[in-house]
């Protein structure tokens, strides 16, 4: 099994624990508006892209709520769960994806429901997993913090550090350090559940906090 699909299993059984009005850490969002997200990510990709696409925004969403208003009661829930487990047709181009395109989704949304209460802890993750995870995050953790002026090092206790971003003017750089999946939460914007220690010139600090919240 790709390590992808392990965390597509991990989302699944997330959903599965959680009641279809469970919250989960996307604002606005309960669990089945992610699974519903989920799906219309793998089987209707031009519809989906509004989460990336602001000017496609509205019909996003439309089409998430539209879904996920199926999902109301259990049998809905369990179906739109099912749709989830079985993944895109092979004619999808997620069907293509492997790991680097879908390693990191799977992985933050199964922390998106887990977490969504506030109450879950970090998963014990194989190691294996954990160095995919890491070689996928410094492929994209530029992107995700290219709203910051501040340069950005990613370091892991004990283990590697990155440099991911270079600082802008007279910004200066601050370290995000914790485990590798916490780190890969404050890169995608879920600071306030990640557990990491952010570290640098309050200024910086601040100028971070206010690029990942925007």
Do not use: K
């Amino acid at each position: 099994m790709s390590w992808h699909e392990h965390e597509r299993s991990a989302l699944v059984q997330a959903l599965t624990e959680a009641s279809p009005a469970a919250p989960t850490l996307c604002e606005g969002w309960q669990a089945r508006h992610l699974a519903a997200h989920v799906v219309l990510r793998e089987n209707a990709p031009l519809v989906a892209a509004g989460v990336a696409v602001p000017l496609l925004s509205g019909r996003t969403e439309r089409a998430i709520g539209a879904l996920a208003d199926s999902a109301v009661e259990p049998a809905g829930y369990a179906d739109l769960i099912a749709r989830v487990a079985a993944g895109p047709p092979r004619w999808q181009p997620m069907s293509w994806a492997g790991d680097a395109g879908n390693l990191l989704e799977f992985f933050v949304h199964t922390e998106d429901v887990r977490r969504g209460a506030g109450a879950a802890g970090p998963r014990t993750l194989d190691p294996a997993l954990t160095a995919e995870l890491w070689h996928q995050l410094v492929r994209t953790a530029a992107l995700m913090y290219r709203g910051a002026r501040v340069g950005v090092v990613l370091v892991v206790p004990g283990g590697p550090r990155r440099e991911v971003r270079r600082p802008r003017g007279r910004a200066g750089t601050v370290v995000v350090r914790g485990e590798v999946g916490e780190v890969i939460l404050h890169a995608f914007g879920r600071t306030a559940a990640a557990r990491v220690h952010v570290l640098g010139d309050p200024v910086d600090v601040t100028a971070l906090a206010e690029a990942t919240a925007s």
